[in-house]
């Protein structure tokens, strides 16, 4: 064996390295973490994450061989869990195939991408418009992807995603795996986490993480304590804004109770700060606890119904002010930042962030506190538990254990939620991570149905665990077995690069989706299209029909060619236009064969798009080139697929 096939399994060069060159030689992180943690300041905040800079390889047992097996799914066999991650700052949605993390598509949702032309096509680009400015956006920030609910489990009808970058939320809907919808929501900067009802396809509530000024139109800018922050109602099925409620402090994760009662939301700017320094001041933050069905009748009754800048049509309510009816504010330590209800529906579980401890909450006392039956809102709070520095998220596996990551500690906690509450020391297991957890979620750990069978830990840093990349690294999303009953039962069994950053991701059973495989060519997708061509028709006294007509009609200087492609061969051989005529293409993909996808790629003029079978897509640009410019398919689907190609020509 060369040396360097012997170098694969060792990295212990890099790891002296990185304790010799790091931050705080001579310190372990972690007693260094345990210095800094407890003195308030934005020092102390700062030197609380500093951690992560300089992080040193845990020693880890060695995998056997029979436990790496687990993951493996041999060629030509299926997975039995999909996974639904987001992209973060990529944009986009993925989907995998668990337990091989085999990663199947990249669904874009607020990026741009040229492989299925999303920003290219006439339907993408409606959907990426800005709602105020039409501006075409390009950006995106996707961080949770949760999918549709009936009975507090999966349905497999929508997946929604948010996007910090511009307050929207994007719905895929999972009979095709596309984005069908995007909503802007108004007023709201930082939209972070989302939430959808779990008792039945409803509403979808999303998270302001950012304060600004109500309306941001320049009239207010350098009073903080004036900005706000809403937590907004999305209508799941008409994807319309159905009301707002504006809140003191700010908005992190969001999460939804089992019954429709309860929607809630981390705060750790309590402070209402706009530094660090500000917003690390307080001890505790909240959790923040929206009253649904109080919300919902002001709303029909307009009572307490305000309105911000001029948008008449949304109804807000303001939820400001401890003694308000509509939101309670639960003080918990500090900087919390994940929420999730464990799969009974009984608990939910707030992450301290910059406290070692996570929050258990029972629903009954929200109930009681909503109901002025507790002294004051902290008493909703039953456990406190020390789980490790830094916690973030929290998953559960049907058995009552709660699994939290652990940023700071590079580690995943496994603890009972019973024992916590009962008094004692809850924590039954930690294994290290690598390194430095964001969100962990298990198989169907949102739902009724925890199966208990695997953990995922999304892991921001990967440091020594792949071949260099250069300086800007993959993370490393680690595919934990949880599957024994034993108490300790976390087994670490594969380490997946991922493109930068998933944030969560949802583990589901495959059963529950059933995508299809060929459009059907009635679809509302292809709306836009079929009027066209039906007014068309019309205008023109012709008979044009998507996936029939191969034609070209001008109306002044516009210009629409209508055709079928067909391996091998477009149903145009050529399209002539003059310049600056505005040129729209549909093109109909009348392939009716599964995984017969054409392109169509515009020489020189930053065109391409993808059509499935079935499928049409349009696009509309202007003809400012004069010359010949071939279009050619950009999709391999046939022997003669590089002779699929035709003539644009221009005058
Ligand atoms: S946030 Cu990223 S680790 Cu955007 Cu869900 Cu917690
Ligand atoms: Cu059609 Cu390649
Ligand atoms: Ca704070």
Not at 260 to 274: F, H, I, L, Q
Not at 462 to 470: A, C, E, I, N
Request: overall charge negative; charged content about 25%; aromatic content about 10%.
């Amino acid at each position: 064996m060369s040396k360097q096939h012997d170098d694969v399994t060792t990295s212990t060069g890099r790891d002296q390295q990185e304790e010799t060159q790091g931050q705080h030689p001579g310190t372990s992180r972690r007693d260094f973490m345990k210095l800094s943690v407890g003195s308030a300041g934005v020092g102390a905040a700062a030197a609380y994450f500093a951690g992560a800079a300089s992080v040193v390889k845990p020693a880890m047992a060695q995998l056997s061989s029979k436990e790496a097996d687990k993951t493996y799914v041999a060629p030509g066999q299926y997975d039995t869990y999909y996974a639904f991650k987001s992209g973060g700052q990529s944009g986009d949605m993925r989907v995998m195939g668990l337990p091989s993390n085999r990663l199947f598509k990249r669904i874009p949702v607020f990026n741009f991408d040229c492989c299925f032309g999303w920003g290219v096509t006439n339907h993408s680009k409606r959907l990426l418009a800005d709602a105020e400015t039409g501006e075409q956006t390009k950006v995106g920030d996707t961080h949770h992807v949760h999918l549709s609910y009936t009975d507090g489990t999966y349905d497999g009808k929508y997946s929604w995603v948010n996007d910090k970058a511009r307050g929207r939320l994007a719905r895929v809907r999972l009979d095709y795996m596309e984005v069908d919808a995007i909503t802007d929501l108004p007023h709201c900067q930082g939209t972070h986490g989302i939430f959808p009802s779990r008792d039945r396809i409803n509403a979808v509530y999303c998270n302001s993480e950012f304060r600004n000024p109500m309306p941001n139109d320049g009239s207010l800018l350098d009073e903080p304590k004036k900005y706000g922050c809403l937590h907004t109602c999305v209508d799941a099925e008409s994807m319309k804004v159905r009301w707002q409620v504006w809140v003191d402090g700010q908005l992190d994760i969001c999460a939804t109770d089992y019954h429709g009662k309860y929607s809630m939301a981390t705060c750790y700017n309590s402070e209402e700060g706009v530094n660090l320094d500000q917003m690390t001041a307080a001890d505790r933050d909240h959790l923040t606890v929206f009253n649904l069905e109080r919300i919902e009748e002001a709303v029909k009754s307009g009572k307490d119904v305000i309105h911000i800048g001029d948008r008449k049509d949304i109804p807000v309510i303001d939820g400001r002010g401890k003694d308000n009816r509509y939101v309670l504010y639960i003080p918990v330590p500090k900087n919390p930042h994940g929420v999730n209800i464990d799969p009974t529906g009984t608990y939910a579980i707030a992450s301290g962030k910059l406290s070692p401890t996570v929050s258990v909450i029972p629903l009954a006392k929200i109930d009681d506190a909503f109901a002025g039956k507790i002294k004051t809102p902290r008493d909703c709070v039953v456990a406190e538990p020390e789980v490790g520095l830094g916690p973030l998220h929290t998953a559960f596996d049907g058995r009552g254990n709660a699994y939290t990551s652990i940023f700071i500690d590079s580690v995943c906690t496994k603890w009972n939620i019973a024992t916590a509450v009962a008094g004692k020391d809850p924590v039954l297991q930690k294994i290290d991570v690598m390194y430095q957890p964001g969100h962990v979620n298990a198989t169907m750990s949102e739902t009724k149905d925890a199966d208990g069978k695997w953990l995922m830990s999304l892991n921001k840093f990967s440091k020594d665990r792949f071949l260099s990349v250069g300086p800007m690294f993959p993370d490393n999303d680690q595919f934990i077995d949880i599957s024994s009953t034993k108490e300790k039962n976390m087994v670490l069994v594969h380490d997946a690069p991922a493109y930068p950053e998933p944030h969560d991701a949802i583990l589901a059973w495959r059963s529950i989706f059933h995508p299809k495989q060929i459009w059907d060519p009635k679809d509302r997708k292809f709306d836009w299209e079929r009027n066209l061509v039906a007014e068309l028709s019309k205008r023109n006294g012709k008979k044009l029909e998507l996936g029939k007509t191969n034609e070209v009609i001008r109306e002044g200087n516009k210009l629409y060619a209508i055709m079928t492609s067909l391996a091998p061969v477009y149903g145009l051989q050529e399209i002539r236009a003059k310049k600056g005529d505005e040129v729209t293409v549909i093109v109909t993909n009348i392939n009716a064969v599964e995984d017969l996808t054409h392109g169509f790629c515009l020489s020189g003029h930053d065109i391409n798009f993808g059509v499935a079978p079935q499928e049409t897509a349009s696009v509309t640009f202007t003809a400012d080139k004069k010359g010949v410019w071939w279009f050619y398919c950009t999709w391999f689907c046939h022997a003669l697929h590089l002779e699929m190609r035709s003539r644009f020509i221009v005058s």
